[in-house]
C-alpha cells in the first residue's frame, strides 16, 4: 500500500544541519495512519525518533526534540525530517515507516522491540510494516 523512499543522507561536522527525505507514494490517501522516522547505530536496536500522522499532528523523542523537525507535505506524499544541532551520537542509518491499519487517532508513542517497531494507543500496538531502504547520516566530531 505504502512504499518509502529515502535520500538526503550525508556527511556534516558537529553542529550542522541536514534534511532528509521520504517519498512515500499513497500515504496521503490513508485513514488514521502514522508516519515516522526511526534510526538504528551499529549495535543498537531501532530508535523511534519523530512521527506524524495524518492530521499532521508531530512527536519526538527526547533524545531530538528541539532540535529536529518532521513534516508531511500531502500534496508530494513526503515526510521531510530537518535535522538540526547535530551531535555524533546522532550517526545512525535512518529509516522512514508507516503504520496504516486505520487504528490510530495519534502517533505519539512509540517503541521498538527487536526487529519491530510499533505505535502504541490505549495498550494496543500497531505495528510499522512499510519500511524504507534507509539512508546514512554521519555526524564527525
Known amino acids: 500500500l505504502v512504499q518509502p523512499v529515502e535520500s538526503g543522507g550525508d556527511s556534516v561536522q558537529a553542529g550542522g544541519a541536514l534534511r532528509v527525505s521520504c517519498v512515500a507514494s499513497?500515504?496521503?490517501?490513508?485513514?488514521?495512519?502514522?508516519m515516522a522516522w526511526f534510526r538504528q547505530a551499529p549495535g543498537k536496536e531501532r530508535e523511534g525518533i519523530a512521527s506524524i500522522d495524518t492530521d499532521e499532528n508531530t512527536h519526538y523523542d527526547d533524545s531530538v526534540k528541539g532540535r529536529f523537525t518532521i513534516s508531511l507535505d500531502k500534496a508530494k506524499d513526503t515526510s521531510y525530517l530537518q535535522m538540526n544541532s547535530l551531535k555524533p551520537e546522532d550517526t545512525a542509518m535512518y529509516y522512514c515507516?508507516?503504520?496504516?491499519?486505520?487504528?490510530?487517532?495519534?502517533?505519539?508513542?512509540?517503541?521498538?522491540?527487536?526487529?519491530?517497531?510499533?505505535?502504541?494507543?490505549?495498550?494496543?500496538?500497531?505495528?510499522?510494516?512499510?519500511w524504507g531502504q534507509g539512508t546514512q547520516v554521519t555526524v564527525s566530531s
Open positions: 499513497g500515504f496521503t490517501a490513508t485513514f488514521r495512519s502514522c
Open positions: 515507516a508507516a503504520e496504516t491499519s486505520g487504528a490510530n487517532l495519534d502517533c505519539s508513542d512509540t517503541v521498538c522491540s527487536g526487529p519491530y517497531c510499533y505505535t502504541r494507543r490505549n495498550g494496543a500496538q500497531y505495528e510499522y510494516d512499510n
